[in-house]
């Protein structure tokens, strides 16, 4: 190859590169997510294509089209709504990956924002879900993590063109079943639940997360000494707040935390990227409108899956039950979530 030759190809090299990671300023990308235009972070995948154009690599995982990520605090539906979703036969359903979102982020909170996904960050958690997607031989992504609704810059990022479910139930039930979790599942360990951890880190990752373990494992009265154990996200600054308050006053910030962002990011995106929907009015035709904003259609299988799956009457069980003094707590903490919830048009927010 001549010297001019060489010049032209390495020239041609470079430009296609320089497409593959056109970068976007700040005020860009912000004014491109809300047309719905998500900033794509470099990959490899981008590299490959621009710098091979026409050729597909050996195991190059599937690309992940229109993932659906079910959002909204704990206790509040999430469960139920992913796994009536997850019996669609074009669904490969992801349950709560919580280390897999926090890949290259282990020492912050669950509240990462949309410069914590780096391109590295970005490769790593496609890769795994597209890896799931391939195994379980399905068209499509189904992910549900609670945490999610305090990122979802971030997860737009990670996840380019996703659509958001955010199921929502009342305050004070999904609070007070939050505390009782904390109670039984806070404490302990169970061996399915670790080796599922165990598959999602590796290593030199194990540090981050060897303090949560002792604080699992701890009997009770060396908590003093090692920390209370957390359940549920990740709040900033959660170890200080188990100081300070009680487990059912952490119960309402959890639970207003995850509403409050998840309503006011999601209520900003496009009417065909963000839906809201209440656990208190679930039924079929809901769950059908649920189908039809994320494109699917409704199959026997989910018709099956919500007769067995759904009770209405387990939706309000717990605050008639409550003691008088723990709902006045309640009330207290999320009265002007609750307040501000009544107060503004579901229907503008959400796709039916």
């Known amino acids: 190859m001549d010297a001019a030759a060489f010049g032209s190809s390495v020239q041609g090299l470079d430009q296609a590169c320089q497409r593959a990671v056109k970068p976007l300023r700040s005020g860009q990308m912000d004014a491109n997510r809300r047309r ?19 050729k597909t690599m050996d195991n190059e995982p599937p690309q992940l089209d229109r993932p659906i990520v079910v959002i909204g605090s704990p206790r509040s539906g999430t469960t139920l709504l992913g796994n009536l979703l997850g019996e669609h036969p074009q669904l490969a359903q992801v349950v709560e990956p919580r280390l897999t979102w926090k890949y290259g982020n282990d020492r912050k909170s669950d509240m990462l924002r949309a410069e914590d996904a780096r391109p590295e960050v970005c490769e790593h958690i496609r890769e795994t879900f597209s890896k799931t997607l391939a195994k379980a031989n399905r068209q499509r992504l189904l992910e549900k993590t609670p ?37 039984r599942h806070a404490r302990g360990v169970r061996k399915a639940k670790l080796m599922e951890r165990l598959r999602e880190i590796n290593l030199r990752r194990a540090p981050y997360y060897f303090k949560e373990f002792v604080r699992r494992v701890m009997p009770r009265p060396f908590s003093k000494l090692v920390g209370q154990p957390v359940w549920g996200p990740r709040l900033p600054g959660i170890d200080g707040l188990l100081q300070d308050l009680d487990v059912l006053e952490v119960s309402c910030l959890q639970w207003r935390m995850c509403v409050e962002s998840a309503c006011n990011y999601g209520r900003q995106l496009p009417a065909d990227r963000y839906m809201e929907c209440r656990l208190e009015d679930m039924s079929m035709d809901l769950l059908k409108s649920v189908l039809k904003f994320g494109q699917l259609e409704c199959t026997p299988e989910m018709v099956a899956g919500f007769q067995s799956h759904f009770d209405q009457k387990l939706t309000t069980v717990r605050r008639g039950d409550a003691d008088p003094a723990d709902l006045e707590t309640i009330r207290r903490w999320i009265e002007p979530t609750m307040l501000w919830l009544q107060e503004t048009a579901p229907a503008e927010a959400s796709v039916s």
């Open 36 to 54: 719905g235009d998500i900033y794509q972070q470099p990959s490899l995948a981008g590299w490959r294509s621009a710098c091979y154009p026409g």
């Open 147 to 183: 945490s999610n609704a305090l990122r979802m810059e971030f997860v737009e990022q990670v996840l380019p063109g996703c659509i958001f479910v955010h199921i929502i139930r009342d305050g004070y039930e999904s609070v007070l079943s939050i505390r009782r979790f904390w109670e």
